[in-house]
């Protein structure tokens, strides 16, 4: 399968603590989105990447949330001292650069209890 | 600011019938792209069309077809003969600006989707 993963797919956490997600996306593709999308919403935009350089990041990404792209292949987004608020779902993106269409993952579902 | 506005929160059609899903977008910039999505339960967002502001046609993928009004600033879905399984949500998005000197962030943004089930 040469398409977008993510893992893990679902991940249960109680408040306080911290998670780590991880996307590996199409192996060519420069540029890696990651989305956040609650029930019932569209994805809302969190932050990109494009090779290993953050180029963006959301108002939506607090200071609790840090994500990397070590040497421009798979990204980690971490999410320190999780809140009821972080239940969502993460998607990740790639595209090969910014004009084309960006080709999703299955997403990791997260629940803070 | 940029935004995309579904007013379908949910749609109904009959299997091999044709149904048009509504977008319409607000924006001020001139160059910018229209992106479809098809979201199933098991949560993965399936790219299914995209149109270029720039683009006189409108775009045609299969059994999907984008209805692409300038003026009106409306990128409505058009599926033909529907099947039981384009059961799903779906999402228009646009992609911010996209700067000719490559700087753009190319993000997209997303309305609220419309839910379309088919029946039998």
């Known amino acids: 399968d040469t398409g977008v993963s993510q893992n893990p797919r679902h991940k249960i956490t109680k408040r306080g603590q911290n998670v780590t997600f991880r996307c590996d996306p199409i192996s060519e593709h420069n540029r890696l989105y990651w989305y956040r999308q609650t029930l019932g919403q569209g994805p809302e935009f969190l932050t990109y990447?494009?090779?290993?350089?953050?180029?963006?990041k959301s108002r939506l990404l607090s200071d609790r949330f840090s994500a990397e792209r070590p040497k421009g292949s798979f990204s980690t987004l971490e999410i320190q001292r999780t809140e009821q608020g972080d239940s969502a779902m993460y998607l990740c993106?790639?595209?090969?650069?910014?004009?084309?269409?960006?080709?999703f993952g299955p997403g990791t579902r997260l629940t803070v209890l | 600011a940029q935004k995309i506005t579904q007013t379908q929160p949910g749609m109904f059609v009959q299997e091999k019938e044709a149904v048009t899903l509504d977008c319409t977008y607000d924006t001020s910039d001139q160059s910018y792209g229209l992106f479809w999505y098809k979201q199933p339960s098991s949560g993965e967002m399936i790219f299914l069309i995209y149109?270029?502001?720039?683009?006189?046609q409108n775009a045609t993928e299969g059994r999907y077809s984008l209805n692409f009004q300038k003026a009106r600033k409306s990128a409505n879905l058009v599926i033909s003969a529907s099947q039981l399984g384009d059961s799903a949500m779906y999402f228009c998005a646009m992609r911010e600006a996209f700067m000719n000197y490559g700087g753009s962030q190319g993000n997209l943004i997303f309305g609220k989707g419309t839910k379309l089930s088919v029946k039998p």
């Open positions: 990447f494009q090779n290993e350089a953050q180029l963006e």
């Open positions: 149109q270029g502001s720039y683009d006189e």
């Open positions: 993106a790639s595209s090969l650069g910014a004009g084309n269409e960006q080709f």
